[in-house]
């Protein structure tokens, strides 16, 4: 089991990236963060099936989450990011038959596996 995470890097307040995950097969997944010294936070997930796009309050309207048609990446664009989004970036998959709906997506211990970060870096 393995999920590729690629995408971070450095630029600047009020610009965009794009992170993307791949893993072998369609499940929910999502998107969590941990900046240094904090703990792991949501930031967005996704059905199976690239419906019912779920985001924190914090990214909410700045960032979209969407996976592609054959459902194996899916994407996280962040958009006017802020240095407060300064933070390693995880992508998570849920793989078990009971997690593929949407209830408590923000919880990261729902999660079954884990990529390995991808570190996004917004400077003022």
């Known amino acids: 089991v393995q999920l590729q995470a690629s995408g971070g890097g450095l630029v600047q307040a009020g610009d965009s990236l794009r992170l993307s995950c791949t893993f072998s097969g369609r499940y929910v997944m999502g998107w969590f963060r941990q900046a240094p010294g904090k703990e792991r936070e949501f930031v967005a997930a996704?059905?199976?099936?690239?419906?019912?796009?779920n985001y924190s309050p914090s990214v909410k309207g700045r960032f979209t989450i969407s996976r592609d048609n054959a459902g194996n990446t899916v994407y996280l664009q962040m958009n006017n990011l802020k240095p407060e989004d300064t933070a390693v970036y995880y992508c998570?998959?849920?793989?078990?038959?009971?997690?593929?709906?949407?209830?408590?997506?923000?919880?990261?211990?729902?999660?079954?596996?884990w990529g390995q970060g991808t570190l996004v870096t917004v400077s003022s």
């Open positions: 996704i059905d199976l099936y690239g419906g019912y796009p």
């Open positions: 998570a998959v849920r793989v078990s038959p009971t997690g593929q709906t949407m209830g408590a997506i923000d919880r990261h211990r729902t999660y079954d596996y």
